[in-house]
């Protein structure tokens, strides 16, 4: 059974800083990609970075303040949020997707709150 553990949310305020972590166990299947999505009240989950078969990909709104980063070796991924902004608040989801042969199944933690103070 694929375990995503997350860390890393808060309560911080405009301009801050927060850190999340997320690291994957319980599978032996290759990592093909890992990343965080987020999920604000009445709205629809989205990407936020993503980082598959080494290529990094971002969202708009986040580029320039947001970083990912992966330890392959610990099978974690990082997330280095800088200049937060109130619309960053939402709850912050890892996703990871394995690969097995041609087939690639995605998994979701348990997700994470961040709250942006204005």
């Known amino acids: 059974q694929v375990q995503l553990v997350e860390s890393g949310g808060g309560l911080v305020q405009t301009g801050g800083s927060l850190r999340l972590s997320c690291t994957a166990s319980?599978?032996?299947?290759?990592?093909?990609?890992m990343g965080w999505h987020r999920q604000a009240p009445g709205m629809q989950r989205e990407l936020v970075a993503m980082i598959t078969n080494g290529i990094t990909n971002y969202a708009d709104s986040v580029k320039g303040r947001f970083t990912i980063s992966r330890d392959n070796a610990k099978n974690t991924v990082y997330l280095q949020m800088n200049s937060l902004k109130p619309e960053d608040t939402a709850v912050y989801y890892c996703r990871t997707t394995l690969r097995d042969g041609s087939s690639v199944f995605g998994y979701w933690g348990q997700g994470t709150q961040v709250t942006v103070s204005s």
């Open positions: 319980g599978s032996r299947l290759s990592i093909n990609g």
